[in-house]
């Protein structure tokens, strides 16, 4: 490929590791000859600030069919638009921001998922506007062929978003443009090292004051638990999907067997430039382009749950929720939370690398939901059932 087949867009496998390693490493700006960063020379990018350290350790593939409900409440709305209220709407919710994270190799040969925990990026980051209230950051990122683009993209994406001038007032087009960017710049180190040629998933989810705002390419998934109930914060990006089916084969691509032109099993992700026919000048039918999903956050929201598809391959969202809120309900602890997640995602023989990352709202644990009566499911005992109940009373009488 050369550089003619590659322009910015404005908008529109390693060795194993056992333990565990933490880095506060921050990201870095290009080199000062203008050359693209080359992520074999900068520090460690997987980290989590005020959560879990990375853990590496060592789990046959069971694959799951998955429905997505939208719930009515996430809407497609400007950060600038949220605080908008009717006159006798309680106080906005301001929620208060615990997280953790935990990674597992699995059965893979090596450990290509990275993640990143910021509960506050202004103090990590930084940016140029000012922002009230809660400001957080979080993002797994699934690397295939190799790990480079996950740590590639787990640097400079949070860089490109934080860094443009109209973060947050454009949120959508400001984290669009990030993609694209990271897309682009990683292209231009590869140009530099063909080995660094790889691809990877994002996905990230940024609490802006009581806004939750969610950007996918690929196939992980953040979850919501709303007092209890699942509420799909992502869509998974597989090619066949109908909608990404349809937009693949108008960019010349197609599907074969499941897979992106019979190479790839996802329809969205950053890099993959050195795969022939996926990506090119006008596109392609490998998309790095995210899909938004916006809520504003109540009291009745307790944590986001955000996944690989090694979690949710064995995982169904609303049993993934039940089953963290009621480890969270015994100790909340979300770095407990998520190791228990990745531990039981194992005992389920997932067959993939495993990374989840769980952010808690509240100071409390996830309450106990009472049933009110009027709502309470009535039971009914069947003739058979009652026949043979009275067959059984009337023994007892002899």
């Known amino acids: 490929m050369t550089m003619e087949g590659i322009k910015k ?152 978003i934080f860094e443009d001038d109209d973060f947050p007032r454009e949120i959508e087009r400001v984290i669009a443009s990030a993609f694209a960017q990271t897309d682009t710049a990683f292209a231009e180190a590869c140009m530099l090292d063909a080995n660094l040629a790889s691809g990877t998933t994002a996905l990230a989810a940024l609490v802006i004051g009581s806004s939750l705002v969610v950007a996918n390419a690929g196939d992980c998934r953040a979850v919501l638990c709303r007092r209890g109930k699942a509420i799909e914060m992502s869509k998974d990006h597989k090619p066949i999907c109908s909608r990404e089916k349809n937009r693949i084969e108008a960019s010349g691509g197609y599907v074969y067997d499941g897979y992106l032109n019979g190479q790839l099993n996802v329809a969205r992700a950053i890099g993959d430039w050195h795969m022939e026919g996926l990506k090119h000048q006008d596109g392609g039918p490998l998309s790095s382009e995210p899909e938004f999903m916006i809520t504003q956050l109540t009291d009745e929201d307790e944590f986001l749950i955000i996944g690989c598809d090694g979690i949710w391959d064995v995982f169904m969202s609303q049993n993934a929720v039940d089953f963290a809120r009621r480890r969270l309900q015994e100790h909340n602890d979300p770095v407990l939370c998520s190791k228990e997640l990745v531990n039981e995602a194992l005992k389920r023989n997932s067959g993939d690398n495993l990374s989840a990352v769980v952010v808690c709202f509240q100071s409390e644990a996830p309450p106990n939901l009472v049933v009110p009566w009027g709502r309470r499911v009535q039971r009914s005992i069947s003739a058979e059932g009652l026949k043979e109940l009275q067959s059984f009373l009337s023994g007892l009488e002899t």
């Open 9 to 160: 867009v404005a908008f529109s496998d390693n060795n194993n590791n056992n333990g565990t390693s933490s880095s506060s490493s921050s990201s870095s700006a290009a080199a000062a000859d203008g050359k693209p960063p080359n992520p074999l020379t900068t520090p460690i990018y997987r980290r989590c600030i005020n959560g879990a350290d990375f853990v590496d350790s060592s789990s046959s593939s069971s694959s799951i069919n998955k429905s997505l409900v939208r719930h009515p409440s996430l809407v497609r709305r400007r950060i600038t638009d949220a605080s908008v209220e009717p006159e006798d709407c309680k106080a906005e919710f301001l929620p208060l921001l615990r997280s953790g994270a935990w990674a597992d190799m699995g059965f893979r040969g090596s450990m290509e998922d990275v993640y990143l925990c910021a509960d506050s990026f202004v103090h990590d980051y930084g940016g140029k506007n000012p922002i009230e209230g809660p400001a957080a950051f979080y993002a797994v990122f699934d690397g295939h062929g190799g790990k480079h683009a996950a740590d590639f993209a787990c640097q400079h994406l949070p860089r490109f």
